[in-house]
């Protein structure tokens, strides 16, 4: 079967019982309360009806450098003892045109992300969702599968039981890729050869020394991105299926935290360049569903249960593969799904598994696969009419604080975070949620205004504060262990955003005080040059987020193929 990801060290989990259920929150957040109206009228495309509406919850996201620190000790990924291989993306070699801040040895890299206190999502359910932002865990309850099996669950409330530091995720992602040796298919079909074949180009890119456009820190390998981007530009045709009911497929929401899954789909539906209508011609088979819609439409309000929600994805993966014969040819390796509401990992477990899911919910307790699922950016859009309103802030001499968080104290690291830095300090501006005013003028002024903007898990491991940072060019500190930041198999995280983990809390003021004005400053610049690729256009644009996540998800697609 193709698709399987290494292990290492027990930390990326692969057997369906590990992805079971993520436990469920009995509350809801007030970020739902008012997401846009759900269209529940009956446009029926496929063979699967959705039951009647109801209701459930919220989310948070993430971060990453060619040095990085575990356990206070500072590594350098170019040393590290995997074996290297031609095919695999060689992440932490220095590239001519790094700057020398990239080999400077700041033991942690800055980042920071704030939830805002107020969304313009409107929905027809009126299950309230954490402030800011994520769903959480079924206290002292198990989940039930369909089989009415007990399941195990993930309290979010409570640390992870193996925490895997940046160096090993980087590792991880090393490791995957330089071993696609999976089985071909039976039959290499022109398709298959196409892949092989693109494969081989990027593996073997031409060395980039100085890009016009593209800025070389920001990425692993700018020369097999842009390789890669080329050919995905060139050559890429992917099929849409058509089956499925509305809301639940091919609805698209455009507001709120959970807006990546719609504009994506939105993007993807409307495009002429990538989507073909010959499946014989495709490389990649997009699944358009909405994990936002159907937790809105089957989540019985107050049952702590989504058995339903995986039983309906599950009969509809039954129902395509038993339809056409393009699940069974690669087992759904070559399928993939974009869901962004908390309860994705477990809605997609299964058959699911096997294809590539783009998650906000990117956390390896959890099952997120590195190498093969794709980390999905979690934007907070205000503004479906200008999704980039708001967008910059103030140059660094204007930042006078070093680093603010504001926002609800849902899961385990933000009480902490609080605990130690709630006005402790003047130039740390730590609180929970800020007064509502109107355009939640005060909440973005001071990430305006920061240097660091603090990005804590709520009850899941991402948090929109990871790209609102960027947005407003506020340097991302990420604290959220086991998260995987978006893009993690093109982007060098380190190189523009600092992580910490959650022991080093106390720590965290001399952590960022550590780093020096000079590297800041590169920091600061790098993070304005990286957010063109966080951005969300109408119709979209090159290098935007519609085309980074559909490249990472071409780029995985590459490196899970068997090589000829």
């Given at each position: 079967m193709?698709?399987?990801?290494?292990?290492?060290?027990?930390?990326?989990l692969?057997?369906t019982?590990?992805?079971?259920?993520?436990?469920?929150?009995?509350?809801a957040?007030?970020l739902?309360?008012?997401?846009?109206?759900v269209?529940?009228s009956?446009?029926?495309?496929?063979?699967?009806?959705?039951?009647?509406?109801?209701?459930?919850?919220?989310?948070?996201?993430?971060?990453?450098?060619?040095?990085?620190?575990?356990?206070?000790?500072?590594?350098?990924?170019?040393?590290q003892?995997?074996?290297?291989?031609?095919?695999a993306?060689?992440?932490?070699?220095?590239?001519?045109?790094?700057?020398?801040?990239?080999?400077?040895?700041?033991?942690?890299?800055?980042?920071?992300?704030?939830?805002?206190t107020?969304t313009?999502?409107?929905?027809?359910?009126?299950?309230?969702?954490?402030?800011?932002?994520?769903?959480?865990?079924?206290?002292?309850?198990?989940?039930?599968?369909?089989?009415?099996?007990?399941?195990n669950?993930?309290?979010?409330?409570?640390?992870?039981?193996?925490?895997v530091?940046?160096s090993?995720m980087?590792?991880?992602l090393?490791?995957n890729?330089?071993?696609?040796?999976?089985a071909?298919?039976?039959r290499?079909?022109?398709v298959?050869?196409?892949?092989l074949?693109?494969?081989?180009?990027i593996a073997?890119?031409p060395?980039?020394?100085?890009?016009?456009?593209?800025?070389?820190?920001?990425?692993?390998?700018?020369?097999?991105f842009?390789?890669?981007?080329?050919?995905?530009?060139?050559?890429?045709?992917?099929?849409?299926?058509?089956?499925?009911?509305?809301?639940?497929f091919?609805?698209?929401?455009?507001?709120?935290?959970?807006?990546?899954?719609?504009w994506?789909?939105?993007?993807?539906?409307e495009?002429?360049?990538?989507v073909?209508?010959?499946?014989g011609?495709?490389?990649?088979?997009y699944?358009p569903?909405?994990?936002?819609l159907?937790?809105?439409?089957?989540?019985?309000?107050?049952?702590?249960?989504?058995?339903?929600?995986?039983?309906?994805?599950k009969?509809?993966?039954?129902m395509?593969?038993?339809?056409?014969?393009?699940?069974?040819?690669t087992?759904?390796?070559?399928?993939?799904?974009?869901?962004?509401?908390?309860?994705a990992?477990?809605?997609?477990?299964?058959?699911?598994?096997?294809?590539i899911?783009?998650?906000?919910?990117?956390d390896?307790?959890?099952g997120?696969?590195?190498?093969?699922?794709?980390?999905l950016?979690?934007?907070?859009?205000?503004?479906?009419?200008?999704?980039?309103?708001?967008?910059g802030?103030?140059?660094?001499?204007?930042r006078p604080?070093?680093a603010?968080?504001?926002?609800?104290?849902h899961?385990?690291?933000?009480?902490?975070?609080?605990?130690?830095?709630?006005?402790?300090?003047?130039?740390?501006?730590?609180?929970?949620?800020?007064?509502?005013?109107?355009?939640?003028?005060?909440y973005l002024?001071?990430?305006?205004?920061?240097?660091?903007?603090?990005?804590?898990?709520?009850?899941?491991?991402?948090?929109?504060?990871?790209?609102e940072?960027?947005?407003?060019?506020?340097?991302?500190?990420?604290?959220?262990?086991?998260?995987?930041?978006?893009?993690?198999e093109?982007?060098?995280?380190?190189?523009?955003?600092?992580?910490?983990?959650?022991?080093?809390?106390?720590?965290?003021?001399?952590?960022?005080?550590?780093?020096?004005?000079?590297?800041?400053?590169?920091m600061?610049?790098?993070?304005?040059?990286?957010?063109?690729?966080?951005?969300?256009?109408?119709?979209?644009?090159?290098?935007?987020?519609?085309?980074?996540?559909?490249?990472?998800?071409?780029?995985?697609?590459?490196?899970?193929?068997?090589?000829?």
């Amino acid at each position: 079967m193709e698709g399987n990801n290494m292990h290492l060290n027990g930390s990326n989990l692969s057997s369906t019982n590990a992805f079971e259920e993520i436990g469920i929150s009995p509350q809801a957040s007030p970020l739902d309360q008012g997401r846009s109206s759900v269209d529940h009228s009956d446009r029926s495309r496929g063979s699967i009806p959705a039951p009647a509406p109801e209701k459930a919850k919220g989310l948070d996201t993430v971060v990453f450098n060619n040095f990085t620190s575990v356990q206070g000790k500072d590594i350098n990924f170019t040393s590290q003892g995997v074996a290297s291989s031609p095919l695999a993306p060689q992440p932490m070699v220095p590239l001519p045109n790094r700057t020398s801040l990239d080999s400077e040895k700041d033991s942690r890299s800055p980042m920071k992300s704030i939830i805002s206190t107020s969304t313009s999502v409107k929905s027809n359910t009126t299950d309230p969702v954490h402030s800011d932002g994520n769903s959480g865990s079924l206290q002292g309850s198990n989940l039930t599968h369909s089989n009415d099996k007990p399941m195990n669950t993930k309290n979010s409330r409570k640390k992870p039981s193996k925490v895997v530091p940046i160096s090993e995720m980087n590792l991880m992602l090393q490791h995957n890729h330089a071993s696609s040796q999976i089985a071909k298919p039976a039959r290499s079909s022109a398709v298959d050869m196409e892949i092989l074949h693109a494969k081989s180009e990027i593996a073997n890119a031409p060395i980039i020394v100085n890009d016009s456009r593209l800025y070389s820190p920001l990425y692993r390998n700018i020369s097999m991105f842009r390789r890669s981007y080329e050919l995905m530009e060139k050559m890429l045709k992917v099929y849409i299926y058509q089956d499925g009911d509305r809301p639940i497929f091919h609805e698209p929401l455009l507001d709120g935290i959970y807006a990546s899954e719609g504009w994506f789909m939105k993007s993807m539906e409307e495009n002429k360049q990538f989507v073909t209508g010959d499946p014989g011609k495709a490389h990649l088979f997009y699944i358009p569903f909405s994990s936002r819609l159907l937790q809105l439409t089957l989540y019985v309000r107050n049952s702590h249960r989504r058995s339903n929600l995986i039983e309906y994805m599950k009969k509809y993966v039954d129902m395509i593969a038993g339809k056409y014969p393009f699940w069974n040819r690669t087992s759904g390796a070559d399928h993939f799904v974009v869901a962004c509401h908390d309860w994705a990992p477990a809605e997609t477990r299964g058959r699911m598994l096997n294809c590539i899911r783009a998650l906000c919910n990117a956390d390896i307790e959890v099952g997120f696969k590195i190498g093969k699922d794709v980390s999905l950016p979690e934007t907070y859009i205000r503004s479906i009419e200008n999704p980039v309103k708001n967008l910059g802030g103030n140059p660094p001499s204007q930042r006078p604080t070093l680093a603010f968080f504001a926002g609800g104290l849902h899961g385990y690291v933000r009480p902490i975070l609080l605990k130690h830095w709630e006005n402790k300090e003047p130039d740390m501006k730590i609180s929970g949620p800020l007064p509502h005013v109107r355009g939640n003028a005060n909440y973005l002024q001071l990430m305006k205004s920061s240097k660091y903007c603090i990005c804590a898990r709520g009850h899941e491991v991402n948090s929109p504060r990871v790209v609102e940072a960027i947005f407003h060019e506020c340097i991302p500190v990420i604290i959220s262990d086991n998260f995987i930041p978006p893009f993690f198999e093109v982007l060098n995280w380190e190189s523009f955003a600092v992580f910490v983990m959650e022991k080093d809390i106390p720590d965290l003021r001399n952590i960022l005080l550590s780093i020096s004005e000079e590297r800041y400053l590169e920091m600061h610049k790098r993070v304005k040059k990286v957010q063109e690729h966080f951005l969300w256009h109408p119709q979209p644009v090159k290098y935007d987020l519609f085309h980074m996540l559909l490249h990472s998800i071409w780029y995985n697609r590459l490196f899970q193929i068997g090589q000829a």
